[in-house]
């Protein structure tokens, strides 16, 4: 399967900082998703991407997709303490996930 | 039932022994994946069903690893001869698509441990 690389593996951030997390493909992907998994949660989906360069928002979360479709980022504005947990993307195509970016959210 | 139901929960057991997990998919969700997750790492892909059968299980490790779904609905990931390294949160995912790239719906897991 392709390799799914993911960075930051972690970031910590006083509440009202963004935060953005990346994912990398060295091949053109056909689609993406991203999931959230909170402390002892299990994951749950997000969103998916599928068209090069598209941008979704839910609420304080913009989702982009590259325009070579190679790499996506999710960025969580102003962030609160309810977005602590591990962001993972996820390749549509075989449904690997990345290793994760751990979010931890100072008060 | 409402949401994607694994058992046991938790299962601790000794080296050597056979271990087998559960997992009831959605009703009507043709597509599952079985998954396990390490402390601090991501979901690491094992086998993906299409009904009853594997469309994909390169992602077992070997060959004491090894998972049905006879009626493509439950399924069992069955492990022999357990070793520590087997230690994990299995986790199993359904999706109503009938290919890959539907959205994911996960169970609570099933935590190994392996003394």
């Known amino acids: 399967g392709q390799q799914v690389m993911q960075i930051p593996q972690y970031q910590h951030v006083q509440e009202g900082e963004d935060f953005t997390t990346y994912c990398n493909s060295s091949?053109?992907?056909?689609?993406i998703q991203w999931y959230k998994q909170r402390p002892g949660g299990h994951p749950v989906f997000l969103i998916q991407?599928?068209?090069?360069?598209e941008v979704k928002k839910q609420k304080r979360l913009t989702f982009q997709f590259g325009e070579a479709k190679k790499n996506s980022s999710l960025h969580i504005t102003a962030t609160q303490t309810t977005d602590v947990g591990t962001y993972f993307c996820?390749?549509?195509?075989?449904?690997?996930f990345g290793a994760g970016t751990r979010l931890t959210v100072k008060p | 039932g409402a949401g994607v139901s694994q058992t046991p929960s938790n299962k601790v057991t000794e080296k050597g022994k056979y271990v087998e997990l559960r997992c009831d998919p959605i009703?009507?969700?043709?597509?599952l994946y079985w998954y396990r997750q390490s402390l601090g790492q991501g979901p690491e892909f094992l086998i993906y069903?299409?009904?009853?059968?594997?469309?994909?299980d390169s992602g077992l490790p070997n060959d004491r690893f090894f998972a049905v779904r006879p009626e493509g609905s439950v399924s069992t990931l069955k492990i022999q001869r357990t070793e520590r390294g087997d230690s994990a949160v299995y986790l199993c995912?359904?999706?109503?698509?009938?290919?890959?790239?539907?959205?994911?719906?996960f169970g609570e897991g099933s935590r190994l441990t392996v003394l």
């Open positions: 991407l599928v068209k090069s360069g």
């Open positions: 069903f299409q009904g009853t059968g594997a469309a994909d």
């Open positions: 009703s009507g969700h043709t597509a």
């Open positions: 995912a359904s999706s109503i698509t009938g290919g890959p790239g539907g959205e994911l719906f």
């Open positions: 996820a390749y549509v195509s075989d449904m690997r």
């Open positions: 091949t053109t992907l056909s689609n």
